[in-house]
């Protein structure tokens, strides 16, 4: 990489006239601008980002907060780099990287989160995995630090957030399987207090209520979102005296894990109980029979998210006039066979 001296050298021009050539001060012709920057682009000039952030006071550098561990993330989550792409694609539109931090589940994350803010390398935050009542969100807004949330939270700053529907999910799945004839319909939910298995829970009780249904304690299983988690789970309902006919798992990873737990407890997907996911990933296509799930568009949901963080940070804020952004990230019925009506 070429550094703005060995620019400067090449053009035989001063490095003052490069530097203000590559920051477009008003002050350089067009035709010295544009020779500059052909150059940059031929030669492969890379900023000194230290001196950059000295001088302007910023980094140019987005974090991306989310918390690792197969209890929490499963083992390689796919959805996060479908996220990361969309975000990406956007920040560089600016001239922005994304820096994902990766907070260890063996470690505080509000501790991990103030070490990263006192470190002041990131002119802006995404966090993930929000909990029900989330003192990082009081922490960001308190300290003026720029930030969106994927998830939403019972902590509330004004902030911006996106986040998936899980309402919509509990409400369709739950819809879907009661036209089918089912009426002991469990779920999976998350074995921590990310806020997203409160809002589905919820959500399925209501609409469970709603069809004249109830979730019985034992119906309700808790897992961490790995394919173990599932295993066991699926090993759990095979167990179970009065089994239920049906199941609804949030994660695709547990998916995998309760296809096999079924197998291996002689039960089939579809036939002996129903069994509808979310969110499609490469592996949860390829299980026999194929797992009707809900499915989203991840790049684009990345784009939304950085495209709504810019907005609330006053350079961008006229490129990205959007005001606080809070909304949910639809999703689509991917339909398959594992979700057959129940047996008469």
């Not at 996060?80 to 001239?95: A, C, E, K, T, Y």
């Not at 004839?181 to 074995?191: D, E, F, G, M, T």
């Not at 079924?262 to 490469?282: N, W």
Request: proline share 6%.
């Amino acid at each position: 990489m070429v550094g703005i001296k060995r620019l400067a050298e090449h053009l035989d021009i001063s490095i003052g006239t490069v530097s203000r050539a590559l920051n477009n001060r008003p002050d350089v012709n067009p035709e010295t601008r544009q020779r500059v920057l052909d150059a940059a682009a031929a030669l492969g000039y890379a900023p000194n980002q230290a001196g950059r952030s000295l001088r302007k006071g910023a980094t140019g550098v987005v974090g991306f907060m989310m918390q690792t561990g197969s209890e929490i993330t499963g083992d390689g989550d796919t959805f996060f780099m479908s996220v990361f792409d969309g975000v990406q694609s956007v920040l560089i539109r600016h001239g922005l990287d994304l820096v994902v931090l990766l907070c260890s589940s063996r470690e505080d994350p509000d501790a991990y989160l103030r070490r990263t803010v006192a470190r002041g390398f990131a002119d802006a935050l995404i966090i993930s995995a929000t909990r029900r009542k989330d003192p990082r969100i009081d922490f960001l807004a308190k300290r003026g630090i720029p930030f969106i949330a994927l998830g939403r939270s019972l902590s509330d700053a004004g902030h911006p957030w996106y986040d998936l529907d899980f309402e919509g999910f509990a409400r369709s799945a739950i819809a879907r399987l009661t036209a089918r004839r089912h009426k002991k319909i469990a779920l999976a939910a998350p074995a921590d207090d990310i806020n997203l298995g409160h809002v589905f829970i919820e959500a399925a009780r209501t609409a469970l209520a709603d069809h004249g249904l109830r979730l019985p304690e034992d119906y309700l299983l808790r897992c961490p979102p790995n394919e173990a988690g599932g295993y066991v789970m699926a090993q759990t309902i095979a167990g179970m005296e009065d089994r239920p006919t049906a199941m609804i798992l949030v994660n695709e990873k547990t998916a995998i894990g309760f296809y096999r737990g079924l197998g291996d407890a002689g039960l089939t997907p579809g036939k002996d109980i129903a069994v509808i996911g979310f969110r499609e990933s490469p592996q949860a296509r390829f299980l026999t029979p194929a797992l009707t799930s809900y499915a989203m568009d991840l790049h684009g949901l990345g784009v939304s998210l950085a495209e709504a963080l810019l907005a609330t940070m006053p350079t961008y804020e006229k490129t990205y006039p959007l005001g606080v952004v809070r909304r949910i990230w639809p999703h689509v019925l991917v339909e398959g066979d594992s979700d057959a009506p129940a047996a008469d």
